[in-house]
């Protein structure tokens, strides 16, 4: 079966996020005053090809811990869709 993986990548909380602080200023400037605590993160999404949904999220959460976030500065999330 395929499953399509939508990830999320975020900058752990409490650590410097310097393009979320630019997008917070920016729109502060275009008149945005009401927006705050702007946070960038990325987001990826790619298909599985597994024998289930637990398979294929657990595959997506290792490519998530091996490559697509770092451990250190980021957290993810997914979420698994049947294709």
Known sequence: MRFRI???VMPRAGLLDPE???VERALVEL???EAGEARVGR???LTIEAGSAE???R?????CERLLANPVTEDFSLEVIAA
Do not use: K, P
């Open 59 to 63: 595959q997506a959460q290792s490519m």
């Open 6 to 8: 939508l990830v999320r």
């Open 20 to 22: 979320g602080q630019a």
């Open 55 to 57: 398979d294929a999220g």
């Open 31 to 33: 008149g945005f005053r």
């Open 43 to 45: 987001a990826i999404e």
